[in-house]
């Protein structure tokens, strides 16, 4: 064996190529990685969509989403199933169960195949085939937003951004293009009712006839010559001149069709409407593809617009970035960065300290080995370059010279005493060998269970671990054959010790001595150990007590966009929307500074939530897209905070609230309450109750719940005696209805490779009563004509807006915002628990509440952690128990090290004021693999010595004495790479700047703890 360690570490040439080979491929993965903010992870959700033309919220839950949700309960492994009927739309949210990608193939098949069969069989024809859209990161929000404005809503406007949707999805990294504000062409007739009745027609004698214009038919073959042709008869009129020229057989003889209607080439009922700078726009959101490089994206769309404005400007468009990722990307990559760069140096510097420049040299020379082969290892298993993977790497950064530095720190007391460099490489790997080993595979052992969270937060924090355990592991082949290589090729002396190598000499003595004489000490007191960590457990169990400690289970850093959502009066039209909304814009823009700004825009017609996207007229929202630099403005919190009271205050809305972006995975409001019923006469008191409730709880903001009245609705019903003695056929009847609303469709059209529809329809008319429309004449087959009124049952009411179904069952939803400061998420949905089942349950026994938003990851997420926290300490009791033999030692370092590292983690926050959050949490796991690595280096050095003969006395002050260095080497390593994300240096983070704190703050207590209680306890309890 000795042979072949001489062999492997006296080739330099063949350790050097390796190393080279490695550094090459590390360095071509890292450039081509594609840089995105996030990681991109599948949420195992799935959104259907059925459109049913011009049915109320009522007929779409009848007909569709009940229809759908009854297969749909069918299929395995769904967590659960979120309804919303709308007018003409129902959509449906599968979340599936955290479950293997193999098998979540399968689920989505099996939910496909059973909602395809259930639409072919019960589904009414005019019903648009279901969408299963599967929501990922990649496209649940957009990587930018791009405006077109005009001066006019004209078909300039419309065609060009039509032309500008399609080349946009022609770019490669682009998954989709979806527009708001751009209408769609149609070719309408419409009817003039006058007319038609002067001359005895039914609107569906008109559409029939021109449904036989536009009819293809294969009329059959042809025998010409000796060629058989075949005949077809097409049908494909794109003007309206023409098409207004058509002649329509009636009782009067032959006319042509524009003396009964307006044929015009127009756009469709628009389904949402802009304003961009005051002026008539479209909005792109672009979505790109998955693994799509987010800045080369955002660069390829610059150029796209710089482009496409030379064509633009001569007609008097202009194409222009809303807004996109790059911004926070960019910041979010530089951060993390540069605190791995501050956290290098660092790391150099601490290591040139205490080893000398020669030394920390060829220590640290090994981490850009260790980066190189982890980049190369997870570029094959396709991540990206995210802000979770530099994490990773930061985390990892002063670790990876810990077993580097007890490695070389032990050829360098050799070499000093004046063995050569082989010599005290071998002699250096026999004595730390397994110390070394056993201290990175319990590091190793804390972060692998972190790999088995569940839910959307583990998928999110995946690849954290993954980059720690890979370059741990990593780190182990530099340590055993790089690093002595390197020292043996340089052919390190100290024969002649340099004046900075005396005083490096005389420190760490003195450092030494001074820690042996402390120790000493504690170890002829030790109750005051015991003490002391009582009044520490003590302090901390009063700071909790005392709310010291912040706690914000989902503490994260805003995105520098929000969302201003106005919610109109139901009977309001799209119009009237868009003018308040554009109004609350320019009320925005006097709160924010010129400099703060990038750009705003505002809709109608749609708007936008964390979760889903609300549809109707009444509908409004203004877009805030804020200057990326954070240096350059104030928080999005500080601008929303000075302007809600103004903008809330504006008259006209029904509702007006704010929705501030925020990063990380989706985690809904931070209250989602469902109220679940079957009667929405019951629903609605009972939410009002819990809104009251709401209201009076600290904090609580933005209360809104879901169940929101529709227009006014004109029922009818078939009057079956009346149209049986008339003998009139009941589907004409109900085809001449649907032409006087919003039309029949013909058919569908090509003009200029762009899809047209053909409609008739009535020509708009202001009814100023419901009986003059009930007026209109119906036409016999004898001439003889009925009003309307008589062949139907009336009925007046008011539809609802929405209506939701959780489960299965009836749902109102509600939602607010929660400050943070006054009280957490979890306290807060504790106390309306408590109330309710106080003060309303029993007043609606037949009602439950149902709550998710942030709880629902909070509480899986806290309880996989307390899980996969047993379990890593259970493989690291595993692993020290097969190094020490022992089954009372390990216990006795894992029961000492992990409670002091808690500690430490929460004076930290204390004093860094940051918040508890689940993410702090994942620090504290992580925390206990490295925490313990000190007490297994003391430990195992102490152990060698009473091996060779010492008294437990001289052997615990021995092996303290000669490991304290490299302990201390180690910890402040550790500390030193996350110092600077830690303490903000190069850029604050909300989210990672508590999980550097927690190891920060809990390796430097514990560190400096374990040097004192370990021995203590060794000597108390280890007598052989």
């Known amino acids: 064996m000795n042979k072949i360690l001489t062999a492997l570490l006296s080739n330099h040439v063949l350790a050097n190529l390796a190393f080279i080979l490695i550094l090459v491929m590390g360095t071509t993965s890292y450039l081509n990685l594609p840089r995105e903010k996030d990681p991109e992870i599948n949420f195992n959700w799935i959104q259907v969509i059925t459109v049913l033309p011009g ?3 009522k007929d779409v839950e009848r007909k569709i989403t009940n229809v759908l949700e009854e297969v749909i309960d069918r299929v395995e492994d769904i967590k659960f199933i979120s309804s919303s009927s709308r007018e003409s739309i129902s959509t449906i949210l599968v979340r599936f169960e955290d479950i293997p990608e193999r098998q979540y193939d399968k689920r989505l098949n099996d939910l496909r195949r059973e909602i395809q069969n259930k639409a072919a069989q019960e589904f009414p024809d005019e019903v648009e085939n279901p969408l299963l859209l599967e929501i990922t990161t990649a496209n649940a929000f957009p990587t930018a937003m791009l405006a077109l404005n005009g001066n006019g ?28 504000g751009l209408y769609k062409p149609q070719l309408q007739v419409e009817l003039l009712l006058e007319e038609l009745q002067n001359y005895g027609l039914n609107p569906t004698q008109v559409a029939d006839s021109i449904r036989i214009l536009y009819s293809d038919v294969a009329a059959g073959n042809l025998d010409i010559g000796k060629q058989q042709w075949l005949l077809r008869l097409l049908g494909s009129e794109t003007e309206a001149d023409k098409l207004g020229q058509f002649i329509v057989l009636t009782a009067s003889g032959q006319l042509q069709l524009d003396q009964l209607a307006q044929v015009q080439q127009s756009w469709e009922k628009p389904e949402t409407m802009v304003k961009f700078h005051q002026k008539p726009g479209v909005i792109f959101s672009v979505m790109k593809k998955a693994s799509a490089n987010t800045i080369d994206l955002v660069e390829k769309l610059n150029q796209f617009i710089e482009q496409r404005n030379i064509l633009l400007q001569p ?19 530089t951060i993390m960065q540069t605190n791995a760069l501050i956290g290098l140096v660092m790391v150099l510097i601490i290591t040139w300290l205490f080893l000398g420049w020669r030394m920390s040299l060829l220590t640290c020379i090994g981490i850009p080995f260790i980066i190189g082969g982890t980049f190369w290892f997870i570029t094959n298993l396709g991540f990206t370059l995210n802000n979770n993977v530099l994490l990773g790497i930061v985390i990892s950064l002063g670790m990876l010279v810990d077993d580097a530095v007890v490695v070389i720190e032990s050829m360098y007391y050799r070499i000093v005493r004046g063995m050569d460099a082989l010599e005290a490489a071998i002699g250096s790997l026999r004595e730390v060998f397994w110390p070394v080993t056993t201290a990175v595979l319990t590091t190793m052992a804390s972060f692998l269970p972190l790999m088995l969270m569940p839910g959307i937060v583990g998928k999110f924090m995946l690849v954290v671990p993954v980059v720690v355990v890979t370059a741990l592991a990593i780190s182990l082949v530099e340590a055993y054959w790089m690093l002595p290589a390197h020292v043996i090729a340089a052919n390190v ?4 010790k340099s004046k900075a190598q005396k005083l490096r000499l005389a420190f760490t003595s003195k450092l030494q001595h001074m820690y042996s004489k402390s120790l000493l000490k504690m170890l002829r007191y030790p109750y005051l150990a015991v003490i002391l960590i009582v009044v ?3 302090g901390v169990g009063y700071a909790f007590q005392a709310k010291w400690v912040k706690v914000n289970f989902f503490a994260m850093d805003s995105l520098p966009l929000f969302y201003v959502t106005v919610e109109m009066s139901p009977d309001a039209d799209m119009k009237e929307t868009l003018a308040l909304t554009t109004q609350v814009e320019q009320r925005i823009l006097t709160h924010i500074k010129p400099i703060e700004l990038r750009n705003t825009a505002s809709y109608a017609g749609q708007a936008f939530t964390e979760m889903e996207v609300l549809f109707g007229d009444h509908w409004g929202q203004v877009l805030v897209s804020l200057n990326p630099d954070k240096n350059q403005r104030r928080s999005g919190e500080e601008i929303i905070a000075a302007m809600r009271s103004d903008i809330e205050a504006i008259p006209g809305a029904v509702n007006i609230s704010i929705l501030l972006l925020k990063d990380g995975p989706p985690a809904g409001r931070p209250i989602s309450l469902k109220v679940r019923g079957n009667d929405f006469t019951t629903l609605r008191a009972a939410t009002d109750d819990l809104e009251a409730l709401l209201a009076t709880m600290p904090g609580v903001s933005d209360i809104s719940d879901t169940d929101i009245q529709g227009r006014m609705q004109l029922s009818i019903k078939l009057n079956q005696q009346r149209i049986q003695e008339l003998n009139i056929s009941p589907n004409e009847l109900l085809r001449t209805i649907a032409i006087m609303a919003d039309g029949e469709l013909i058919t569908e059209i090509r003009d200029s490779n762009e899809k047209v529809e053909l409609r008739v329809r009535a020509a708009k008319r202001e009814y100023q009563q419901v009986d003059e429309f009930l007026d209109n004449l119906f036409f016999l087959p004898n001439g003889q004509a009925v009003p309307l009124r008589e062949l139907f049952h009336i009925k007046i009411n008011r539809a609802r807006s929405e209506i939701r179904h959780y489960n299965l069952r009836r749902t109102i939803q509600v939602e607010a915002e929660l400050d943070k400061t006054k009280m957490n998420t979890v306290d807060a949905n504790k106390m309306i628990q408590r109330q309710w089942k106080e003060k309303l349950q029993a007043v609606y026994p037949e009602v439950n509440l149902d709550f998710s938003g942030e709880l629902d990851d909070i509480q899986e997420s806290l309880d996989a952690m307390l899980t996969l926290f047993l379990m890593g300490i259970g493989i690291m009791y595993m692993i020290l128990g097969a190094q020490f033999r022992s089954y009372f030692q390990p216990l006795m370092i894992l029961l000492t090290v992990v409670p002091l590292a808690f500690i430490g983690v929460i004076i930290g926050l204390i004093v860094s004021q ?14 206990t693999g490295i925490a313990v690595n000190a007490a297994i280096v003391l430990m195992a050095a102490a152990r060698d010595r009473l091996k060779l003969g010492m008294s437990i006395n001289h052997a615990t002050v021995y092996a303290a004495r000669r490991r304290v260095i490299p302990i201390l080497i180690t910890s402040l390593t550790t500390m030193a790479s996350l110092f600077s994300l830690a303490t903000g240096l190069a850029g604050e983070s909300l989210m990672w700047g508590p999980v550097a704190t927690a190891i920060v703050w809990g390796l430097g207590f514990s560190t400096l703890l374990t040097l004192y209680i370990i021995p203590l306890l060794f000597r108390l309890f280890v007598r052989h």
Do not use: C, M
Request: aromatic share 6%; proline share 1%.
């Open 536 to 538: 520490l457990v003590g």
């Open 55 to 57: 049915a109320s919220a």
């Open 315 to 333: 007609i008097g468009l202009e194409l222009e970035l809303l807004d996109d990722q790059t911004g926070s990307t960019r910041q979010a990559i």
């Open 914 to 927: 940051n918040p508890l959050s689940l993410y702090t949490l994942y620090g504290v796991v992580a925390l």
């Open 493 to 496: 002396k100290f024969t002649k």
């Open 153 to 180: 809503e004209d078909e300039v406007l419309r065609r060009q951004a039509y032309l500008i949707k399609k080349d946009l999805e022609q770019i490669r990294a682009v998954h989709k293009a979806d527009s708001i």
